[in-house]
């Protein structure tokens, strides 16, 4: 069964520094998902990495996937109040059909002014 | 932009009774699912569903629980008789395609059971 670990689980953090976020999981997950949660709120999708090597950005933050050691990383640029949320990471394991997503414990940002 | 709803955003309940909570999926997609969050803690996945059956179902979807695609628009989660450890947000999400396909998720439907 796929396990799907976050660290650091909270993180606070100044204004105008650069931090990362880690995900790590425990078998094959072909594909890994970021989601921005913020407080009461849904879940906003950031990003989909479909295959290793893959690299992806959008403003700030950029995510990367390495299938190999299992780990998917979250790096924030620069970083804005703005970006204060919970940041999930999601695997799924097959190819087939509707897959189910398998979701990291979250790490809570906090952009500190 | 297209997006997921749900109602109620709120819902509380005694244990014991019934609820539904309904979801109306982006109009264009095929798959759907179920998750819920209690509160501070992982989402979780309940359920998948593909062509008007469960795709997946995860060991918290006993047989309290059952999902329902009434028409072409909605899609429906029902618990049967609600405990109180049901207390969560529940969210409802699609994708037009399944596995590598973003899901998109609704608001919630925050279930307190008393």
Redesign the interface.
Same mark, same amino acid.
């Given at each position: 069964e796929l396990k799907v670990e976050q660290n650091p689980l909270f993180l606070s953090m100044q204004e105008g520094k650069n931090y990362t976020i880690y995900c790590n999981y425990s078998t094959t997950s072909?594909?890994l998902?970021w989601?921005r949660q913020d407080p009461g709120?849904?879940?906003?999708?950031l990003f989909?990495l479909?295959s290793n090597g893959a690299v992806k950005q959008e403003g700030r933050l950029m995510a990367s996937l390495d299938t190999k050691a299992r780990l998917s990383t979250l790096h924030i640029t620069a970083a804005v109040h703005d970006l204060s949320a919970t940041y999930?990471c999601?695997g799924?394991r097959?190819?087939?059909?509707?897959?189910?997503?398998?979701?990291?414990?979250?790490t809570r940002l906090t952009i500190i002014p | 932009e297209p997006e997921v709803t749900q109602t109620p955003s709120h819902q509380v309940t005694q244990m014991g009774q019934e609820v539904i909570l309904r979801c109306v999926p982006i109009s264009n997609h095929l798959?759907f699912?179920w998750?819920r969050q209690i509160l501070g803690?992982?989402?979780?996945?309940l359920v998948?569903?593909?062509n008007n059956e469960i795709?997946?179902k995860?060991e918290i979807f006993d047989d309290q629980f059952s999902v329902e695609r009434p028409d072409g628009s909605n899609f429906t989660l029902k618990i049967r008789s609600t405990k109180l450890e049901d207390s969560a947000m529940y969210?409802c999400a699609s994708?037009d395609q399944?596995?590598?396909?973003?899901?998109?998720? +609704?608001? +919630?439907t925050r279930l307190l059971v008393l």
């Open positions: 072909d594909r998902y989601y709120k849904s879940l906003e999708s989909v479909l999930f999601a799924d097959s190819n087939f059909g509707n897959e189910k997503l398998t979701f990291g414990t979250g | 798959y699912y998750y803690q992982k989402v979780e996945f998948s569903f593909y795709s997946e995860s969210f994708s399944g596995a590598g396909e973003t899901q998109y998720f +609704g608001p +919630g």
